[in-house]
Structure formats: structure tokens, C-alpha cells
């Protein structure tokens, strides 16, 4: 055990080696250990001079007035910037190295579009502002809303949704309205049993009841299963395409004509459509609905890097309930935005709306920069070099670990592994912490549940050939020594600021506040 530091933090570091001395600063060389701020700070230390208040506060403002201090932790300046310094150490980033979290698509970042976001007449807008002062911010959403309608084949999309299971939530709801301006009122939405948590999540919380398509043994949807179950209870279906298994549906089209012909509307989940952008137009496949993460396929921060953004594509059927502030498609070609000003007579049976204002500003202004300076031409590159990407991952290591589509073919933009053929009491988890000493973020683990212990690796189209040879290296030699039982492997990460957590306990019984006290 590690002796406490200055500040009384008794710190667990990561490395496991009993031969490695213990430091009387708790901190191994770079490694550095960090205690929460309030463990650090010191009453009455303040990093700036404040004056004491010149004014009486007015009498009947007094009963406002705070009893006891506020439990501030005492620092200076450089203290706070360390403090916060050396927790951004402790963080994996995209700036850093890959995250091959498939289904998630965390790609570079082009520093073009922090440069454009961070102009201060895109930056600096008020949501309340007077339209006529931010015209240029609506002429990104006009711009951005066009390329998405253009790359998606659609008739509308509606802007406003915050996020991926935001948008999803927009698109249910559309079908929804169109169900009531029918007269039905179709109680089932099917779902195949590789959809993302999200999507039965969104049916339910619309007011639907779920029922599970079967997927086919090579990992697509079954159409025969999906045919036999249509009928006027159904109101739609919604699918990932390419699925969670990183394949392409290749029945899309003939799903879609079931389902419309059954009176039903077809729901994509377009969080994979970095792997066809550019290449595949969803309307051509008969969707009716489909969000974009705008934070996955169009690069932008997401996760703890930033908001999301989920725009929502709409087919010709659908758009007529699509939420204010809406663009739709005109007659000439161009895009118009409908607002609660002109909704009455162009856009009369928009269901309501998803959020108070907009949208995203800045991961529009950082979209419509990624496709803009990609062009056309690049953005079909991309979905071609996302996918190359993937498949030399899988058939990299297709010998190493199993690959349970693998006899399908080629992958699309990630590459699935199973647990089958570790050695015995050894698992996924092993390789995903095993990863975490080899210096790499793991990749998405135990997701999709239709495949045991299954690990999702998602490279992008960013990486270098040299930087996924790397990675595939690591991969190989953790596959390798699960499938030896080397016994170390189980306690992995043996190098981490932290080792393996409880992370049952952590979910269950997390501890959210610091309770005072000394440390
Ligand atoms: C990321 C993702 C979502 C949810 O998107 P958020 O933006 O995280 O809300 C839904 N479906 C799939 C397949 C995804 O990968």
C-alpha cells in the first residue's frame, strides 16, 4: 500500500508490481495521483482579492441571506489549474488516441470546424435574439438542413432534437401523429433483437408496446419472421441500417415495402450512417424516418467532449407532422424553414415541438464545415475508408478471436468479436482492461446482446493503416494470452491510475458528494 501524500490522500495506484517502491508523495513519476478539491483546499485561502460588499444589502433582501458560508474549497490560482490539469491526465481523448467503442463513431475532429464554431457570430448568439440579427445562423441550419435532405434522399427533417435517442423519440412521435390524423391507433412497434437499447426504449416511452424480430443466422433481420407478424396492430418497425452487428440490411428495401404495404411506416436508426454516407440514400430504401447523429457521422465532440445533435430526416408521408421549427423541401428544389410564424398555412399539422429553440448551434456550424469541406466526393471517401478500416480489423484478426459474422462477408463500418475459444473463467472483460494497459481506450463490450461476450470494434476512417496496425498488434497478443490463461491477464489493468473497479457497486451505490471531513 502506497503511503498517504501531503494532503493525506492514501492513494491505491494502478501498478500491481510488489517489487516497485512506494513514493512518500503517493505519485509515481508523471503518474500523478489527485484528491478531490475539497480534500485540497483550505478555508480562507482565495485565489483572488474580492473586497468586502460596500452596500448594506436592502432590508428586504435580508431574509435571502445565506446563514453559514458556502462550503467552498479554499485554493489559489495555480492550485485550481493543476488540480484540474492533472485530472485531464487521468482522461482518455480522441486527441489522444482511438476509440474504437463501436457503434459510437469517434472520429477526429477536425480543427477546421473549432475555428468556424468558435466565430463569434455563430458562437455568440442568443437563442432570444431578434430573428432579423441572426440571419446568418439560419442560413447554416438552411444549408445544413439541405445537405442533410440531399445525402439522405428525404423530404423534411426537423432540426431541433439534441441528440440521437432525442431524435429517435421526434421520429416515433411523427408516426404517431400520422397514425391519429388515420384514425388508428396501432399499439406495436417491431424491433429486431439487435436494436440499440435506445429504440425499444423510445417505443415505450411513446406509448408502445415492443415485440422482438428474430435475426437471421448471418445477423440481419429475419423477413420472413417480420412478414408473418404485420398486420393492423402494427404501427411501425425500427431498424438500424447497417445493424449493431455491422452489417448491412440488405432486405431493407423489401422490409420497407411490407411494412408500408401493411399500413405501417419504417423508423432507421441512422447512428451507423458514417458507413454509407455518400453511397446510400435511406429514402430510396422506403424509410419514412431517420435521425442523424450529426456528433458521430459529421464529426463534433460527443460524450463528455460536448452536446449531441440528432437531426430528424422525414419521407414525403411523414413530413407533414414533423415538429416546429421545421425545414421542408419546396417545389423549386430549395429548403424553407417553417416557424410557429408562418406554421398555420404551410405546415399546419406539425405534432408540437421538441425543444424551446433551434437546436445545436454549434455542432450545426461544426457539421455543415465537416461536410462542406469534404464535398460530395468526400463524403462518399469517408464511408468507404470507415469501412476498409473495419474489415482489415476484422480479417487482421479473424484468426486470433471469433468473428461470428465473419463467414457473412465483408463487414461495414465495424468489426464484431465474441468470447467464443478464451480459455477457460477468461472474458471479454479481460481483453477490454487488458487494452487499458496496452495504452488504448477498449472497445464496446457485451453490446450487440445477441452475440455472447461480444466486443465491437469500431476503428473510422481517421486512422492510419500504422495506427490500426498497432492496435491490431495489442489485440492479437491480449487474444493470444486469454486464450493461453496467463492468470495476469485477470487482473488487468495493471498500469492505470486505478485498477479494476467494482463497477456493480460504483453503478448501485455511487458516491456523488464529498461528506466533509479530513480526508
Ligand atoms: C449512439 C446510438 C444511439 C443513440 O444516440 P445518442 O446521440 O447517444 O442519443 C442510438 N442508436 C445507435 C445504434 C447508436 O449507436
Known amino acids: 500500500m502506497n503511503a498517504p501524500n501531503a494532503s493525506g490522500w492514501r492513494p491505491e495506484m494502478g501498478s500491481a508490481e510488489a517489487s516497485a517502491p512506494a513514493t512518500a508523495s503517493g505519485d509515481r513519476a508523471l503518474m500523478l495521483e489527485e484528491p478531490l478539491i475539497f480534500e485540497l483546499g483550505r478555508p480562507g485561502t482565495c485565489g483572488v482579492d474580492i473586497d468586502e460588499p460596500a452596500l448594506e444589502p436592502l432590508p428586504a433582501l435580508g431574509k435571502f441571506l445565506r446563514k453559514q458560508a458556502p462550503a467552498l ?5 495555480p492550485e485550481t489549474v493543476r488540480h484540474y490539469t492533472r485530472l485531464s491526465r487521468q482522461n482518455y481523448a480522441i486527441d489522444l488516441g482511438p476509440f474504437p467503442l463501436g457503434s459510437c463513431t469517434m472520429k477526429h475532429n477536425p480543427r477546421l470546424n473549432e475555428k468556424v464554431a468558435r466565430l463569434p457570430g455563430f458562437a455568440d448568439v442568443h437563442p432570444l435574439a431578434p430573428q432579423q440579427t441572426v440571419e446568418g445562423a439560419l442560413e447554416v441550419i438552411g444549408q445544413l438542413s439541405h445537405w442533410l435532405i440531399e445525402l439522405t434522399g428525404m423530404h423534411g427533417v426537423a432540426m431541433s432534437p439534441k441528440a440521437g435517442a432525442h431524435g429517435e423519440l421526434c421520429g416515433v412521435l411523427c408516426i404517431k401523429a400520422a397514425l391519429e390524423a388515420r384514425g388508428e391507433d396501432r399499439k406495436v412497434m417491431l424491433v429486431p433483437e439487435s436494436a440499440h437499447g435506445t429504440n425499444p426504449a423510445t417505443a415505450a416511452f411513446a406509448g408502445f408496446s415492443i415485440e422482438n424480430i428474430p435475426a437471421t443466422p448471418d445477423g440481419r433481420v429475419d423477413l420472413a419472421a417480420l412478414e408473418a407478424r404485420l398486420g393492423p396492430d402494427v404501427a411501425g418497425v425500427m431498424i438500424t441500417n447497417p445493424n449493431t452487428c455491422g452489417l448491412f440490411e440488405r432486405d431493407m428495401k423489401k422490409i420497407a415495402d411490407a411494412v408500408h404495404a401493411a399500413g405501417g411506416y419504417v423508423y432507421c436508426d441512422g447512428a451507423n450512417f458514417n458507413a454509407i454516407v455518400g453511397k446510400v440514400r435511406p429514402g ?29 430526416v422525414l419521407s414525403e408521408a411523414l413530413s407533414p407532422f414533423g415538429p416546429l421549427p421545421f425545414v421542408t423541401r419546396t417545389a423549386d428544389g430549395s429548403v424553407r424553414l417553417v416557424e410557429e410564424e408562418n406554421a398555420g398555412e404551410e405546415h399546419p399539422q406539425a405534432f408540437g415541438r421538441m425543444a424551446a429553440f433551434h437546436g445545436q448551434m454549434g455542432m450545426f456550424t461544426r457539421a ?9 466526393d468526400g463524403l462518399k471517401q469517408v464511408a468507404e475508408d470507415a469501412v476498409l478500416n473495419a474489415n482489415y480489423v476484422l480479417r487482421s484478426l479473424d484468426s486470433e478471436l471469433d468473428a461470428p459474422f465473419g463467414h457473412a462477408g465483408p463487414c461495414m463500418h465495424e468489426a464484431l468479436f465474441s468470447d467464443a475459444g478464451l480459455a477457460e473463467g477468461f472474458s471479454t472483460l479481460d481483453i477490454a482492461k487488458g487494452l487499458i494497459d496496452e495504452g488504448f481506450h477498449p472497445m464496446t463490450v457485451y453490446f450487440p446482446l445477441v452475440v455472447h461476450g461480444a466486443m465491437l470494434v469500431e476503428p473510422t476512417e481517421t486512422e492510419s493503416k500504422a495506427g490500426l496496425d498497432r492496435f491490431i498488434n495489442s489485440l492479437r497478443s491480449l487474444a493470444r494470452r486469454a486464450k493461453a490463461g496467463d492468470e495476469s491477464l485477470k487482473s488487468a489493468p495493471h498500469f492505470a491510475p486505478r485498477r479494476r473497479l467494482d463497477e456493480t457497486q460504483a453503478a448501485r451505490k455511487p458516491v456523488l458528494a464529498w461528506k466533509g471531513g479530513a480526508a
Open 73 to 77: 474549497p479554499g485554493l489559489s490560482e
Open 284 to 312: 430510396d430504401l422506403g424509410i419514412d424516418a431517420m435521425h442523424i447523429n450529426l456528433h458521430k457521422t459529421f464529426s463534433t465532440p460527443h460524450g463528455g467532449g460536448g452536446p449531441g445533435s440528432g437531426p430528424v
Open 368 to 376: 455543415l464545415t465537416y461536410i462542406l469541406s469534404h464535398g460530395a
